[in-house]
């Protein structure tokens, strides 16, 4: 096998550097898999964060002070002089995001029914504002109905009912069927794969096909009595075994560091999956090799190639928060269907054929991708040759 081997010595002479790659994405992927496990993790519970807010009262009644108390709800009283530009001062630096001016005679305008705004002043478009304002109208509005409703009513029976009715609350509670086996992180981590291993399969591969198809080496290749296809299966072979080997490492390094699920059927699917994603990257990186040019070209068609399927197909941002079309684009890419595939083995909790099918299907999908790609390059190696 002179091709397997040839390939098998550029790919070692070229270990330093790949190992460089391979090192490097461990590092990022394990990171960026640990950030987005932090950040699920505290989603599952939630804590109201109050606002710093200056109340500037140019009167003084017990309406006013029962509104100051229910915004101390939600808020945080800074004290600051009444001067224009301390108080500009103050929202630049963001010490504090809404200023809240009560004008003098306000009390008595609402308690008659008759409108008179209140003064406010804010940072732009900020979101903790708009917590404040629905504070503000929920005390005011129920206390409109109060007036309305009950005559007579004085300011201090008003506050008393304002305070009772709006210190109720409501518990919120959001089911969620949680998988038996903690298995964020190598959720994370695999569906990262997508971005370091294909990185690195694509570099690795274009950049050993590169040397094997410089010229004094294919000429020397064509004297030779090995046929066309033998001498491309066995380069294909030379790219499967770089693939299976990188993704060896990989693997092995998220089992190590997930030790506690290495015996989950989760992780046996996870790693099926991403061992059919690696078949499907050393495709990409034959296709890729095969129509490249250059190094600086292959560079730049990995950053296109490999960044722009993983920010399409739910890598890095969640696929939930893309949009149709981007989805619709994103399912014309292997990295989609492996992904979409990995969800859905973390939330399996049973493995009979009906939960399983999905995600062999999606694995299927993988694997036609993969497919695709070594018959692309087959055509395209054949066409250069004729030509």
Known sequence: MPVYKLCMKITRKNIPNLLIYIIVFLIVSSLMAASAQKSYKEQETFSRVKTN???????ESPLIEGLKAELGKTANFIELPDETEALQDALFFRRVVYILRIPEGFTQKFLNGDYMPLKKTTVPDSYSSAYIDLAINKYLNTARLYIQHTDGITQEELVSHLKENLSKETNVEIPYSEPK?????????????????????????????????????????????????????QFILANLTFAMVSWLIMVIFCLIIDAKNILTLNTFYFIISSFIFAFCGSGMGFFI??????TEAISAITNVVVLGSCFLSGVFVPAEFLGSTALKIASFTPSYWYVKANNQIAQLTHF????????????????????????????????????
Do not use: Q
């Open 53 to 59: 807010i200056v109340f500037i009262n140019e009167e």
């Open 289 to 294: 090799g095969s129509v490249a040019k250059g």
């Open 181 to 233: 086996a903690d298995l964020n992180y190598s959720n994370y981590f695999f569906n990262y794969l997508a971005y370091s291993l294909l990185s690195i399969l694509i570099l690795g591969m274009s950049a050993l096909m590169i040397s094997y198809n410089d010229r004094d080496l294919k000429r020397r290749a064509g004297c030779s009595p090995l046929s066309d296809t033998a001498a491309n299966l």
């Open 352 to 387: 009979d054929a009906a939960y399983i099918k999905p995600v062999l299907s999606d694995m299927a999908i993988v694997f036609c991708f993969g497919t695709a790609f070594f018959a692309l390059s087959l055509v395209v190696r054949k066409n250069r040759r004729y030509s």
